[in-house]
């Protein structure tokens, strides 16, 4: 017999059916991944000519250090803490190159696991990115919720989420997406965030912020980090995870980042020095590729500046498609039910509020996929399948 007839089978992949299916007018909203105007992949101008100046400097293949590219995770920390930030100017900002987000949430959980002296608790919104209970779990933390979405409203559960951070245990772990939450698209606004900043200081929490969408909610990156520079402002230390998947459209390049605030510079060295030895035991270094490309464009200013106008065209076709979806479904097909949801959620996705029958019906009998939840991906709409799209919906709750 063979060693393995005991592993037992792993649950099916969320989206089912979609891959078998070929119907012409078959839409794939499970997927968070930027599409064009077409549908299509996006790989930025700004990242074509990054590759195209790589290229013509004929890089070599010798391994970076543990903590990665150096210019590379400095030019990604000021992208996200801004220049004018007091770790930044100190240089207190302990900080190692990630395989995208997804690793830098692993590296994270790993280091506080074995060095945040006051808890092994992290508290995740409820719902949160499906990822994040197995990374925290697999880092060795003890996962908890907050409550964050209220179902009835299709918004933020902000009294539940106030209530619930009052209630954990002093000096828990926190985390907090700093923009466009997944899989709601429901942001704190300023002053919430202000407000959670402070109960956050009251009980002496720890902040684990995940930006993986920077720019992809407004479209620009500065107003983006407006909670993480909030918090840091505040004189919270932090954790950070970044990714530049979305904003750079580099998801299988896998570069990204993960950073601590500390005291001083030589704090940050000793922070530093223990996560290479996170690090090292799980793939000795990281990717070059990646890094380079985010590298060149954060440190050239007309890439820089292309780079940003990309991201707010990315940004912006979101939105047109909330606005142009919402009244579709409000206006053209008279949809039964409450939608101004989806022109004011935030970023990549929408939680629809269709239910899981809804959206297994959609699947079914319309080509139409999404998670059960009934998140979509709303850069999966464009102007060819969007009218189709609404209808099949209105037709689903009717
Ligand atoms: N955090 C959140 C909230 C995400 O939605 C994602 C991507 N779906 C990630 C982290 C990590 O993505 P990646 O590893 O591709 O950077």
Redesign the pocket.
């Known amino acids: 017999v063979s060693t393995w007839t005991n592993v037992p089978a792993g649950p099916p992949d969320p989206i089912l059916g979609l891959q078998a299916d070929q119907d012409q007018r078959k839409i794939n909203l499970g997927v968070?991944a930027y599409r064009d105007g077409d549908g299509k992949p996006y790989v930025l101008n700004s990242v074509k000519k990054a590759e195209e100046i790589l290229r013509a400097s004929n890089p070599d293949k010798e391994y970076l250090p543990i903590t990665g590219l150096p210019e590379f995770t400095k030019n990604a920390t000021k992208l996200a803490y801004g220049v004018d930030s007091a770790p930044f100017k100190a240089n207190a900002i302990a900080s190692t190159q990630s395989?995208?987000?997804?690793?830098?949430?692993r590296i994270g959980g790993a280091f506080l696991g074995r060095f945040y002296p006051h808890s092994k608790v992290i508290y995740l919104p409820v719902p949160?990115?499906g990822?994040?209970t197995p990374i925290f779990r697999d880092s060795g933390l003890e996962v908890r919720g907050y409550r964050y979405f209220d179902k009835k409203t299709v918004g933020l559960d902000f009294e539940g989420l106030k209530e619930d951070l009052q209630k954990a245990p002093e000096r828990s772990i926190v985390l907090l997406?700093a923009c466009a939450?997944?899989p709601t698209g429901v942001d704190p606004t300023r002053a919430q965030w202000k407000e959670i900043s402070d109960i956050v200081k009251e009980k002496k929490l720890f902040p684990f912020f995940?930006m993986?969408?920077q720019g992809f909610a407004s479209g620009l990156t500065d107003r983006d980090a407006f909670a993480v520079r909030l918090f840091v402002s505040e004189g919270h230390q932090i954790a950070l995870?970044q990714?530049?998947?979305?904003n750079m459209g580099l998801?299988g390049e896998?570069a990204?980042a993960f950073s601590l605030t500390s005291a001083d510079t030589e704090e940050k060295s000793r922070v530093e020095s223990q996560l290479k030895i996170v690090i090292r035991p799980m793939y000795s270094n990281p990717p070059l590729h990646g890094a380079r490309i985010a590298n060149t464009i954060l440190s050239r200013p007309e890439l820089y500046a292309e780079w940003e106008a990309e991201v707010k065209g990315m940004a912006d076709r979101i939105i047109s498609m909330r606005e142009r979806l919402y009244n579709e479904l409000t206006k053209t097909h008279k949809t039964p039910g409450e939608w101004g949801h989806i022109k004011s959620q935030i970023g990549m996705f929408s939680f629809t509020g269709l239910t899981a029958p809804q959206t297994k019906s959609l699947a079914e009998r319309a080509h139409i996929y999404m998670t059960a939840d009934g998140r979509i991906s709303m850069a999966g709409l464009n102007g060819n399948n969007i009218d189709y799209f609404a209808e099949s919906v209105s037709r689903s709750v009717k």
Do not use: P
Request: glycine share 16%; proline share 0%.
């Open positions: 968070g395989i995208s987000g997804t690793g830098a949430l949160s990115w990822n994040h997406h939450h997944n995940d993986a969408y995870a990714s530049f998947a979305k998801y896998r990204g």
